[in-house]
């Protein structure tokens, strides 16, 4: 099973500004993904992201919004961008193991103000 | 990916078996079914996955029928910390790589 880390926990913003979340993985993988989880929802996939190439983004989800940094096969970073009250949510990061089966970090909780 | 039908709530005694039921009768034959859960506010955990033949790890058995139209997760002694929602998930082994589509999920509370 791999560890994922995610940094912050948590964090309360204002309208318009941006944060970044890191994710930090203890062992080498290929692909990266992001999710979202709204207050009260089930999680849904922002973004996949490959070292060394874009970041792949699922409808409803733009790079503008949701930039993404992959520099290295155990670290990505996720921005939200100009956040309004809507991106109050938890986001997560997520990594496949042997059998496909998914490992998720702790998630970070956003509340923007 | 095939969808998924999994009753919205149950609940269940401490010590008892939970077991939690999962339709998807569109599955594809080389589909896998995979279960996991999220203890609140906390990231989903992996439970258990399989294709046909019926699975058993350290937190749970997976139970799929012949037809592979459904599915049930069973925890054998449910304990409190086991509350929690729990997703059913139909995807490739080799496909989308991580690209799961949660639904809704069944909350169990696991009551004293």
């Known amino acids: 099973s791999a560890v994922i880390s995610q940094k912050p926990s948590r964090d309360i913003c204002q309208r318009g500004t941006s944060l970044t979340i890191q994710c930090q993985v203890d062992s080498q993988v290929t692909m990266m993904f992001w999710y979202r989880q709204q207050p009260g929802q089930s999680l849904t996939l922002i973004a996949t992201a490959n070292q060394g190439s874009e970041a792949t983004y699922e409808s409803g989800f733009v790079i503008d919004k949701f930039p993404i940094s992959r520099p290295n096969l155990t670290f990505s970073t996720l921005t939200v961008s100009n956040m309004s009250p809507e991106d109050s949510s938890i986001y997560l990061c997520s990594v496949s193991g042997g059998a496909n089966e998914q490992f998720f970090g702790p998630g970070t909780r956003l509340t923007v103000l | 990916d095939a969808k998924t039908t999994q009753p919205p709530s149950m609940d269940c005694a401490e010590g008892r078996a939970a077991n939690l039921p999962c339709n998807h009768s569109?599955?594809?034959?080389?589909?896998?079914v995979y279960w996991y859960r999220q203890i609140h506010s906390q990231g989903p955990q992996y439970i258990i996955h399989g294709l046909k033949n019926n699975e058993t790890n350290e937190m749970a058995s997976l139970i799929i029928t012949e037809d592979r139209k459904s599915s049930t997760l069973i925890l054998p002694h449910a304990t409190l910390r086991d509350t929690a929602v729990y997703y059913c998930i139909v995807r490739g082994y080799n496909t989308n790589a991580g690209k799961s589509t949660f639904g809704d999920g069944t909350t169990l509370t696991v009551k004293p």
């Open positions: 569109t599955i594809s034959g080389n589909e896998y």
